[in-house]
């Protein structure tokens, strides 16, 4: 089984809402590092999983529209508490309709909030 993975960092806002979570329930922000990994066990015509340049297009369009936003504000996000857990599938879930190419048996996005947490969702394609 192939893995390519790519990283970004940004950095978002959020406020935790339906518990008491101290300074959490406030807005705030995290410098997250989203790295993605693409898993597969073919590889194509030149020897590649997938094309990089065009799965960090992708990426960085997904970046881009979380980057210094307000994740509350998000329609992704109505009723929703913004965890980490909740914007690592929603992450992985859009990447996984954009990154289209054929190879790619299974995607996964690991989403650090901080150098101590993290959380990660898989798509099986």
């Not at 599938?89 to 990447?95: F, S």
């Amino acid at each position: 089984m192939y893995t390519l993975g790519v990283r970004r960092e940004f950095i978002a806002r959020h406020f935790l809402i339906g518990g008491d979570w101290g300074a959490e329930n406030f807005p705030n922000s995290h410098h997250y590092i989203l790295e993605l990994q693409l898993k597969g066990s073919h590889l194509d015509q030149h020897g590649y999983l997938v094309d990089i340049v065009d799965v960090e297009k992708h990426l960085d369009d997904v970046v881009g529209y979380y980057n210094e936003q307000m994740l509350n504000e998000k329609p992704e996000f109505a009723g929703l508490n913004p965890s980490i857990e909740h914007f690592s599938r929603i992450l992985a879930q859009t990447l996984n309709e954009r990154i289209t190419a054929k190879n790619i048996s299974k995607l996964k996005v690991v989403l650090w909030e901080h150098e101590n947490a993290w959380a990660a969702f898989s798509v099986e394609r």
